[in-house]
């Protein structure tokens, strides 16, 4: 309720009228006048808010200005592509980073650590605009072995052509990786510092039996909440990614929202993705 009470203020105090940006060129007092009443932008702000958080509590997420059709319709395609997308990176960034993170933990101060750090300190450097327009102009423009763009044509699915799907995935586990990568190294060596594995190694156990039944258990608390968190970033986050690549996610779709002043769609999206924060945050 806090959070789409924020989401209700800040869309209200975006600078441009809605009315405005739909009429444009036409926008005269008496239009302007009409297409408010239409829209019935015209009541009182608290009473707007109400009747938005009511119909969302119902399951309705009103109407999409630009669009003219329920937000219901909108969503789930793009929501389904944006999620492809998170997945496909998930899958490979945390398994790789969680293992990257293990053994430069265990192995601190070594080669391998210090080039695994200076690699993850670099991923996090660059913005992820940056990391994409390098990824097209190498993989694209030079050596012309994927697209540069990531459109979906209407009516397929982005696993149709998963070449499309390559980039966008490499420019956000980068991202994901570094973050990971590091929580975990930095846990690890926290933990084999601690009592109990100084114990389990003066006893003489296996160096395996005490990362796999002693260390990890515990490193591995503070790395989950990282990804839960990074879960519900994706989201948000496919912002930069997703109109770098022209991909038709969720995130392409708040901007469009943002720029058209397409109120209710941009509620909704905003909506969407603090939930699946909220959620990812409970489940971990």
Sequence with gaps: MVVSLAIFIITEILPGDVAT???????????????????????????????WIGGVVRGDLG?????????IDVIPRRLGHSIILAVFAFMISVPTAVVVGVWAGVHSDS???????????????????????????????????????????????PLSRPEILVLPTITLTGILFAYIMRMTRANVIEVLQSNYVRTAILKGLPMRRIIFRHVLPNAMLPTISI??????????????????????????????????????????????IAATYTVSNLIA
């Excluded at 007092?29 to 808010?49: I, S, T, W």
């Excluded at 999409?64 to 329920?70: A, D, I, L």
């Design 21 to 51: 940006m739909m009429l444009r060129q036409g926008a005269t007092e008496q239009n302007l006048r009409k297409v408010r009443e239409d829209l019935r932008l015209d009541r009182p702000a608290h009473v707007r808010y109400l009747d």
């Design 63 to 71: 109407e999409s200005y630009v669009q003219k059709r329920p937000i």
């Design 111 to 157: 080669l391998g650590d210090r080039l695994a750090s200076v690699t993850s300190l670099v991923a996090i450097s660059l913005p992820e605009f940056v990391t994409g327009v390098l990824l097209i102009v190498i993989f694209s423009s030079t050596l012309d072995i994927l697209p540069s763009s990531s459109i979906v044509l209407p009516g397929t699915n």
């Design 227 to 272: 990804i839960a968190m990074n879960f519900g970033w994706m989201l948000g986050g496919l912002v930069i990614v997703e109109n770098v690549f022209a991909y038709p996610g969720i995130g392409q779709q708040l901007l469009t929202s943002i720029t058209t002043r397409d109120v209710p769609l941009l509620q909704a999206l905003s909506l969407i």
